[in-house]
């Protein structure tokens, strides 16, 4: 999109070799902050390097990208009343204090590793369980990090007295698998629940501490009549497809059993398979080129959200709802393409599961 101005935050060559924040110097004198009001991160492209672990929080990459972000942006906030921070999450350095990996840990298990890289792992039968433990402990430092990075937004917006008029969002654009469907990192390039489930809080102003919490499956793409509902700006003119939701002033609008039809859809896609998800049950289909005759295309079947790591595949068990699912999904993307307008009611097979 647009935006007033760019800032990009980025490692020096410095912070390579030393994560002392007295030798990094101020980033404004080695030149790597270059503007203002979207901050973001190296491109994934680049060369993650393999620094030592921060010593504190305040030292980890996520933690100096919003500090810069929020004081930059509490200069012109009249001037810019969007900050949208761009961050590599997970894909960033894992340069979380150590001791927050040694959190996710009970007394017996083994320590967790030192690596800094993000974690790419295919599973066998030689992978050594420890492996993976060790990985979701430094993942999970991760997300500590990024928790307190949001901490950190909200006592600024508390400082300044703002808090009660701005609206926060937090969302993910990839899952990241942790052993499920035998990797660990996104070297698997399939599309299960682990990467299609997204972090997506939204926290308005004037509502509760936790956020809001909807009943239905909500789209990214909600984020920007989300947005335009927030700032009060006629959306009218602005191209947005039938998937959004305003995740703000809508909620309340409407009991959750009526909402519309495109609330209880998702889908995804990718070269050779299809991910397709209603309220009682997730379906994958996908092709495979194991014979040199014909691609045969495989159908797995998973009941939500009771199976939520899609585990238990249930297709042959449950074939009336794979007809039911592959007969449908056709017309589905044609509406989330636009090619047709109203959307087909989903059965109650669909949205109440026989348990």
């Not at 270059?34 to 993650?48: K, M």
């Not at 492996?131 to 999970?140: D, H």
């Not at 896609?269 to 994958?284: D, I, K």
């Amino acid at each position: 999109g647009d935006f007033g101005s760019v800032l990009l935050v980025e490692g020096s060559a410095s912070d390579e070799e030393t994560s002392d924040p007295e030798e990094l110097g101020d980033p404004e004198e080695t030149g790597d902050i270059y503007d203002l009001c979207d901050v973001e991160e190296p491109s994934d492209a680049e060369e993650i390097s393999a620094p030592a672990i921060s010593q504190e929080q305040e030292q980890t990459e996520i933690a100096r990208l919003f500090e810069t972000a929020l004081g930059q942006w509490a200069t012109q906030m009249d001037e810019f009343p969007i900050l949208w921070i761009h961050s590599r999450g997970l894909n960033g350095k894992w340069d979380a204090p150590y001791e927050y990996r040694c959190v996710m840990c009970d007394e017996g298990d083994p320590e967790p590793p030192f690596e800094t890289r993000p974690a790419e792992l295919r599973l066998t039968e030689q992978t050594d369980p420890d492996e993976v433990f060790g990985l979701a402990c430094s993942m999970g430092a991760q997300s500590m990090v990024l928790d307190d990075a949001w901490s950190m937004v909200e006592e600024f917006l508390e400082q300044l007295g703002v808090a009660s008029d701005c609206l926060q969002i937090l969302a993910g654009v990839q899952g990241y698998p942790i052993g499920e469907h035998g990797w660990v990192g996104h070297g698997g390039k399939t599309l299960y629940a682990e990467s299609l489930h997204l972090p997506l809080v939204v926290r308005p102003g004037d509502g509760l501490n936790v956020g809001v919490r909807v009943p239905f499956m909500v789209q990214p793409n909600s984020i920007l009549k989300t947005l335009v509902g927030w700032m009060d700006e006629d959306g009218a003119e602005l191209d947005v497809d039938v998937m959004t939701t305003d995740m703000v002033s809508e909620i309340d609008a409407l009991p959750a059993e009526h909402w519309p039809p495109k609330n209880n859809f998702a889908y995804a896609c990718a070269e050779g398979q299809m991910h397709v998800a209603v309220p009682a049950w997730s379906c994958r289909w996908s092709r495979s080129s194991s014979t040199k005759e014909l691609d045969i295309e495989r159908v797995e079947l998973f009941a939500t959200p009771d199976d939520r790591w899609q585990q238990n595949e249930v297709s042959q068990r449950a074939q009336s709802i794979v007809e039911e699912l592959t007969e449908r999904r056709d017309a589905w993307l044609r509406c989330c393409e636009g090619a047709a307008a109203e959307w087909p009611a989903l059965s109650s097979d669909l949205t109440h599961p026989i348990r």
